[in-house]
Every structure is written in structure tokens, then in C-alpha cells.
């Protein structure tokens, strides 16, 4: 395994969730391409004592709302390209292709080759190394696919950079076209909550957080004036909670009658 910075060894935790919700709670996740990965990831990663059912329902909860919101432009754009920022480890290529769609990955180099290793390229699906947050990796896609309608997903990434520089890139997409953007978010209040507890239980109390989200409306006006608001969701409010621990249902309950984490859905 290469050596990961504090940021992007947080790319374990979405993975080891979605391997507890396809091994337990196939109904929220089910992920064969995780599966089949466990037995090549570290051994001190896959022990999970530290971690509650939420906590790694938390990370699976993630994959499954970004599934949906693909799954659900596609529908409506068959012909649309999906890029996934900050991709790490994830697998929604294998859980929501449709045999036409052109993918992209982003990620660090050093990321994208450890990606490599584990996820060779699949026929469809191009691994992009490089800054998320630079233009790069849209002018490559605007090469490949100049008029193609863009879902661009950033999941579990925002949280990590100052607000300046995650409206800078939102604001730059804007030159490329028709472009929506899927991200979740935390509130300032569920942005404490992490810090205390989540982080911690995951084994990242390192990882500072930074960006937050109160209201997706002062969201969009600060991105600018053309920004639309496609879904403003409640985190788990399309997660399905049968079979669940009452702490999971309880603390699941909480995080959305208050807002602390939310699907944001934007169209640039």
C-alpha cells in the first residue's frame, strides 16, 4: 500500500462501509466489487472494532444517495458523462453503468495508482490523476465529450477545504457547459458532531474539516447568480432503516430532523 496523506487515507472508510452494508445490510448497499476487494486491502483496515453499525452505515448511506441521483441522470441523460471527484476507491461504475455511459475518475496520482492496483481501467471508465480542484481534469473530459451533459459527484470530499476554494471550483465549472454537481454536506452543527465523533471512531480525528453547509440557498448564491438547486435532501430520508440497531435508527433520526448532513444537488 503507497503512503497516503491524512486526507486521502480517509479513502478506506467509504469501503469498508459499503463491505458491512453488502455483508449485512444488503437492502441500504449491496456492492459485488467491494466484496471481491476485501481480500486485498490491509488487514488492520478490515477490523472494524472501533466502528459502530452507524458509522459504517454512515459511509454506505453515501454510496447508495450517489447511486441514486446517477442512476437518476442517467435516466433523464443518456448520453451524459459522469465524473467522479475525489474518486479513491469508490465502485459506482460497477453498480450503475448502463453499458454506454463514458466515466471519469479523479484523483490524486499516487491515489489513482494505488487505484490501479486494485481497480484496473474497465472499458468505459478513465482514471484522470490530478487536482480535483484545478481545470485539468474538465478540459480532458470537454476534449473527449465537448456537448455531453455533465453530473459531476463529490462525495465525502468538500468537507476537508476552506469554503474560498470549494466555490472556486464550483464557479469554474460554469465554462464548461451544461454541468450538474452532487455533493453531500455537513451543517456547521453536524460539522462538530464529525470532528468529536465520527473522525474518531473511524480512526481520522486528524483530518481537519472545513467546510460546511446551513442553508444550500445562500449555497447556490454565492456560486452565482445561475445556479440552480436540484435537491436539497435529508441524508438518510431515502435510506431504508429495517434490520437497523435502534442507535443506528436513533442517531440516523437525529442527523436528519436537525439538518446536520444533507444531499446537495446543483445544476451550474
Same mark, same amino acid.
Given at each position: 500500500?503507497?503512503?497516503? *496523506?491524512?486526507?486521502?487515507?480517509?479513502? $478506506?472508510?467509504?469501503?469498508?462501509?459499503?463491505?458491512?452494508?453488502?455483508?449485512?445490510? #444488503?437492502?441500504?448497499?449491496?456492492?459485488?466489487?467491494?466484496?471481491?476487494?476485501?481480500?486485498?486491502? #490491509? &488487514?488492520?483496515?478490515?477490523?472494524?472494532?472501533?466502528?459502530? /453499525?452507524?458509522?459504517?452505515?454512515?459511509?454506505?448511506?453515501?454510496?447508495? +444517495?450517489?447511486? %441514486?441521483?446517477?442512476?437518476? @441522470?442517467?435516466?433523464?441523460?443518456?448520453?451524459?458523462?459522469?465524473?467522479?471527484?475525489?474518486?479513491?476507491? =469508490?465502485?459506482? !461504475?460497477?453498480?450503475?453503468?448502463?453499458?454506454?455511459?463514458?466515466?471519469?475518475?479523479?484523483?490524486? #496520482?499516487?491515489?489513482?495508482?494505488?487505484?490501479?492496483?486494485?481497480?484496473? =481501467?474497465?472499458?468505459?471508465?478513465? !482514471?484522470?490523476? *490530478?487536482?480535483? $480542484?484545478?481545470? +485539468?481534469?474538465?478540459?480532458?473530459?470537454?476534449?473527449?465529450?465537448?456537448?455531453?451533459?455533465?453530473?459531476?459527484?463529490?462525495?465525502?470530499?468538500?468537507?476537508?477545504?476552506?469554503?474560498?476554494?470549494?466555490?472556486?471550483?464550483?464557479?469554474? &465549472?460554469?465554462? $464548461?457547459?451544461?454541468?450538474?454537481?452532487? @455533493?453531500?454536506?455537513?451543517?456547521?452543527?453536524?460539522?462538530?458532531?464529525?470532528?468529536?465523533?465520527?473522525? %474518531? /471512531?473511524?480512526?481520522?480525528?486528524?483530518? /481537519?474539516?472545513? $467546510?460546511?453547509?446551513?442553508?444550500?440557498?445562500?449555497?447556490?448564491?454565492?456560486? +452565482?447568480?445561475?445556479?440552480?438547486?436540484?435537491?436539497?435532501?435529508? !441524508?438518510?430520508?431515502?435510506?431504508?432503516? +429495517?434490520?437497523?440497531?435502534?442507535?443506528?435508527?436513533?442517531?440516523?433520526?437525529?442527523?436528519?430532523?436537525?439538518?446536520?448532513?444533507?444531499?446537495?444537488? &446543483?445544476?451550474?
Amino acid at each position: 500500500m503507497p503512503h497516503l *496523506g491524512i486526507i486521502e487515507d480517509t479513502l $478506506f472508510i467509504p469501503m469498508l462501509g459499503r463491505i458491512y452494508a453488502s455483508e449485512h445490510c #444488503p437492502h441500504i448497499l449491496y456492492d459485488q466489487k467491494a466484496l471481491e476487494l476485501r481480500k486485498k486491502l #490491509p &488487514l488492520e483496515l478490515l477490523k472494524q472494532a472501533r466502528q459502530s /453499525q452507524y458509522t459504517l452505515l454512515a459511509s454506505a448511506a453515501r454510496s447508495a +444517495n450517489m447511486d %441514486r441521483y446517477i442512476l437518476a @441522470f442517467l435516466r433523464r441523460r443518456p448520453g451524459g458523462v459522469v465524473a467522479q471527484l475525489g474518486c479513491g476507491l =469508490e465502485t459506482s !461504475y460497477y453498480r450503475c453503468d448502463h453499458g454506454k455511459t463514458r466515466w471519469y475518475a479523479v484523483d490524486l #496520482p499516487h491515489v489513482i495508482k494505488y487505484r490501479r492496483e486494485l481497480l484496473p =481501467e474497465p472499458e468505459r471508465e478513465i !482514471y484522470l490523476p *490530478g487536482d480535483a $480542484f484545478t481545470e +485539468n481534469w474538465i478540459k480532458q473530459i470537454r476534449t473527449d465529450a465537448p456537448d455531453a451533459p455533465l453530473l459531476v459527484t463529490a462525495s465525502g470530499l468538500f468537507h476537508y477545504f476552506e469554503e474560498a476554494k470549494v466555490l472556486r471550483m464550483l464557479q469554474m &465549472l460554469r465554462q $464548461f457547459g451544461e454541468v450538474e454537481v452532487v @455533493f453531500d454536506a455537513v451543517s456547521k452543527r453536524g460539522m462538530s458532531m464529525m470532528r468529536k465523533k465520527y473522525m %474518531r /471512531q473511524v480512526g481520522h480525528a486528524d483530518a /481537519q474539516m472545513y $467546510f460546511h453547509v446551513d442553508s444550500a440557498t445562500e449555497l447556490a448564491k454565492k456560486v +452565482n447568480s445561475h445556479t440552480k438547486i436540484l435537491a436539497d435532501e435529508s !441524508y438518510y430520508s431515502g435510506i431504508p432503516q +429495517n434490520g437497523l440497531l435502534l442507535s443506528t435508527k436513533v442517531c440516523m433520526a437525529v442527523s436528519d430532523r436537525l439538518r446536520m448532513v444533507k444531499m446537495i444537488h &446543483l445544476k451550474i
